[in-house]
């Protein structure tokens, strides 16, 4: 095993003497280290850990909720597996939402009473939530996923959700530590907030994502989450809470990443990347640790000038294989992407 690598839900490393008898052993009364504690204390990188979907089905499910969004327990298994089908091939995210507080084992969309479900698409230029209402999970069947409009919906609906990521099926530090910054943001800002289901990056715990636009941020308690959404309805990013934006390939959030810290502009929509290509490896100078090259173009734009444009070269490496969860029993390893140069155009 690595050093500084340690599996979910174990003890600290062992100690000489820990056991009483002067020889190694473990510390029987040390809590647990946990994915996002053994992330920071590995000194992992948050930004560019953003998700690659840029759409997501949202479905209002109030019981509690099992290691995936469609695993059958609160959706007909027939129906989970169609609707899953079908969500792949539309490259859409299904997510699981709920209010805030307790939740009590129930199923959605009953004779009485219906329950949500949205499309939220984070696309440049799209940008919107449209809503809908359903009974039988059966109707969710009749969504065109892969459609701009996927049935009978509309934009009426709530157009600045945060959602929280509080799966503590699916990872114990999302629960923990996602539920008190739900509270917070739903009590003390005017956010449509929801807890939901897995956003990815577990050990980035509190995970939070903001839609329409589907910038995500990471490492959040209460007091951070209300600074981060002070700044955002400002129209910036707080730098250090900054996962990046759904939908972007992970080398391109790190060419923004780069260039926002190199100009000291962490302005929303200040930068944008205008072309991202993978250089072959036969016209890359790679180190042994690389394994790959990327040229993105960032074009950044301020109230003196419509664009300015600077080229990013970045360098991928494969980070030694780590528990990603407290859930995990398999090390895996993750690329992260570095910056080799970036420079002014023209």
């Not at 003390?188 to 910038?215: K, N, Q, V, Y």
């Not at 690389?290 to 600077?310: D, F, K, M, N």
Request: glycine share 8%.
């Amino acid at each position: 095993m690595t050093q500084g690598t340690y599996p979910p839900a174990v003890f600290s490393p062992a100690l000489p003497g820990a056991d009483g008898g002067g020889r190694p052993g473990t510390l029987p009364d040390l809590p647990p280290l946990r994915c996002a504690d053994a992330a920071r204390r590995r000194g992992e990188p948050l930004h560019a850990s953003a998700v690659g979907y840029s759409r997501f089905l949202l479905l209002e499910v109030p019981g509690p909720w099992g290691d995936s969004a469609l695993d059958g327990k609160h959706i007909d298994p027939a129906v989970a597996r169609q609707l899953a089908h079908a969500a792949k091939a539309a490259d859409t995210h299904v997510l699981l939402i709920r209010r805030p507080g307790r939740h009590p084992s129930a199923r959605p969309g009953t004779a009485d009473s219906s329950a949500a479900w949205a499309l939220a698409d984070t696309s440049p230029g799209v940008e919107r939530v449209l809503w809908g209402s359903w009974r039988d999970p059966a109707e969710l069947l009749d969504l065109d996923l892969a459609a701009a409009v996927p049935g009978p919906a509309e934009a009426a609906g709530p157009q600045r959700l945060a959602l929280v990521c509080t799966n503590g099926k699916r990872d114990q530090c999302c629960a923990i530590r996602g539920r008190p910054v739900t509270a917070a943001i739903a009590s003390a800002t005017d956010w449509d907030t929801w807890e939901c289901s897995h956003l990815g990056g577990h050990r980035f715990a509190a995970t939070m994502m903001l839609l329409p636009t589907g910038d995500m941020f990471g490492w959040l308690d209460p007091e951070s989450a209300l600074e981060v959404m002070q700044r955002f309805d400002m129209g910036q990013v707080m730098p250090s809470r900054y996962r990046g934006r759904a939908g972007q390939p992970v080398p391109v959030q790190a060419a923004l990443h780069a260039a926002a810290a190199r100009l000291g502009d962490f302005r929303r929509d200040a930068l944008r990347a205008s072309y991202a290509r993978r250089i072959p490896a036969d016209a890359a100078e790679q180190s042994a640790d690389e394994t790959e090259l990327w040229e993105v173009e960032i074009v950044h734009r301020t109230e003196q000038s419509p664009g300015v444009a600077y080229r990013v070269i970045l360098a991928g490496s494969r980070l030694a294989p780590t528990f990603l969860s407290c859930s995990d029993d398999t090390l895996r390893a993750e690329i992260r992407y570095e910056t080799r140069s970036l420079s002014r155009i023209g």
